[in-house]
């Protein structure tokens, strides 16, 4: 069926990625944690279906996965969720002039919380259809993977770009936004 073959593709695209040397935290776990999710029925009914691009959908999804990983990643910095996960989140700030590459490397225990969670929490509050979440994935993942990179140029306010990462880099305890520069 189809289903089983969008989740072989998912859970496929994991095992390449960890296979490539990648940690098993950040993208190839967040494409395992889709694949069983979706093997396992646990996302939203919408999400079983295509339909129409919805730019709603998408902004919303930026939205809502943004300020919920921005306010985890905020009470990661300061201390409220755990030394555990604090210490899981310090090993993507062991890159201070971070790369491409350095994009989804972190602790496990961190890209579960600060990833797959608020991710989770988005799909089902916001209900998109399966193009949607897609496109919504694609433009996600290409942003991190472009805060991370060495690019001078600016963004157009009010999204996050490669400089305002990187002053979070710096100093940890700003910044926290990956997406919307709100704080």
Known sequence: SSEM???ALVIGGAALLWSRRLDFSGMPLLFAALGIAWCAELLPLTMYSYGPLSATHVLSLCAVTDLLSTIVHMATHQGYLGSWLYESHC???KHIHPSAEDAFVTGLLDA????VLPLFCALWSVCPNRVSAIVFGLLYS???IHIHTVDRGRCLWPLV????HRRHHKTPNTNYSHFFAVC
Request: glycine letters at 0%.
């Open 91 to 93: 090993l993507h700030h």
């Open 142 to 144: 290409q942003h991190l």
């Open 112 to 115: 579960l919380v600060q990833l």
């Open 161 to 164: 770009d490669p400089a305002y």
């Open 5 to 7: 073959y969008d989740a």
